[in-house]
């Protein structure tokens, strides 16, 4: 619809188990961008919403599940099916089942509360990092979160049914406050070295001496799934998969952290967040009646989070790949995409925290 997916469905020759259906669903909320699933067995059809925190896949055994629309026979959905893709398309599916799409439970809304819950922890108190502090710690390890679930970064095999992310909060929590620092820092390093971008920047050994246990304490709350405000500990369920999670949700983050570091200003500049469906029409509209300009190179005057800039680096890297006949090596593809990247794009603003999260969504995507 507009582009942009209504649902997903899987089919599959035998019955889903139930932590079957709730690991998809989880993955599916993760992504965040249809709000329907459907998930096609034998016996059942069974429809789930993109807009309900999921559950832990390892621990649902016979529970209710929360994110279940409802199950139809196979008959009723090939009787339904027309009626439910026109109700869909007219949102009045949505109005029926109201309860069952919650905008607060999205994945970018869970997030975002969670990392204002983190940001608001590590600033408070005579010992607390001012606010553009705490939002560059915080920078560097989403950055990080992204890196070890995609694979990009490894600091060994998480336990089944744990992300990458929950075994930094693992690690970290067996250690020392000063192992802790050495750890984590040590990893920042490396990062700094390999990407040698903007998101590390600023002095890392100066803000090292501004991290403080409680901050670290803080932190492994946070990725660990743990309450942060009131720090009581859960069953270590971590709802986020940042394989999945798209980087446009930086974009949200960035609008909420410039408007905590100074809402004056923000408001002055004309700086909010704009969504990546806006963002792509704009492209889209801009390239469409002369598909040549895509040879050229472009400026982003003011580029924020950097979402028009991971557009059109999309854009120019799907259109030589569809030139390509033949297979190409993955040496010959990356130096074609670095190029890319240094000498057809560029984005500039005069606000650090967004000229760091700019790269953040451009190294990612």
């Excluded at 089919?11 to 669903?25: A, D, G, H, T, Y």
């Excluded at 970064?153 to 998480?158: K, L």
């Excluded at 040879?295 to 950097?306: H, I, N, R, T, V």
Aim: aromatic share 10%; with cysteine; net charge negative.
């Amino acid at each position: 619809l507009d582009t942009r997916p209504v649902l997903y469905l899987k089919e599959q020759s035998r019955p889903f188990s139930i932590r079957e259906r709730v690991r998809l669903q989880k993955l599916f909320w993760n992504q965040g961008v249809a709000n329907i699933l459907v998930l096609a067995d034998p016996s059942s059809v069974s429809l789930y919403s993109g807009l309900t925190k999921p559950q832990d896949e390892q621990t649902i055994e016979d529970k209710e599940e929360n994110a279940l629309i409802e199950t139809l026979s196979l008959a009723d959905y090939t009787q339904r099916i027309q009626t439910l893709f026109h109700d869909l398309a007219t949102g009045h599916y949505y109005e029926k089942k109201r309860s069952c799409f919650d905008p607060d439970q999205t994945v970018d809304s869970w997030l975002l509360d969670n990392l204002r819950a983190l940001r608001n922890a590590l600033i408070l108190g005579d010992e607390g990092l001012n606010t553009k502090e705490a939002h560059a710690f915080i920078g560097r390890v989403l950055f990080l979160s992204y890196l070890l679930d995609r694979g990009i970064v490894s600091i060994g095999t998480p336990t089944p049914g744990h992300s990458a992310t929950m075994l930094l909060a693992e690690v970290l929590d067996d250690y020392s406050y000063d192992s802790q620092l050495h750890y984590l820092y040590g990893l920042f390093e490396d990062l700094k070295n390999r990407f040698n971008g903007n998101m590390f920047d600023q002095d890392l050994e100066t803000e090292r001496r501004l991290i403080k246990p409680l901050h670290l304490t803080k932190l492994i709350d946070f990725l660990g799934g743990h309450e942060v405000e009131s720090g009581q500990r859960s069953l270590g369920f971590w709802p986020y998969n940042f394989k999945m999670i798209p980087v446009e949700t930086i974009s949200a983050i960035y609008e909420d952290f410039l408007t905590t570091e100074d809402p004056q200003e923000q408001r002055g500049r004309g700086a909010f967040y704009t969504p990546r469906f806006l963002a792509e029409m704009v492209v889209d509209t801009a390239v469409r009646d002369e598909p040549n300009v895509l040879d050229g190179s472009f400026l982003d005057p003011a580029c924020g989070s950097g979402i028009f800039l991971v557009i059109l680096f999309n854009r120019l890297a799907n259109r030589w790949n569809h030139k390509q006949a033949g297979r190409v090596t993955y040496v010959t593809k990356a130096k074609v995409l670095l190029n890319i990247l240094a000498s057809q794009i560029r984005g500039v603003d005069i606000v650090d925290t967004a000229g760091r999260i700019a790269c953040f969504s451009v190294y990612l995507d």
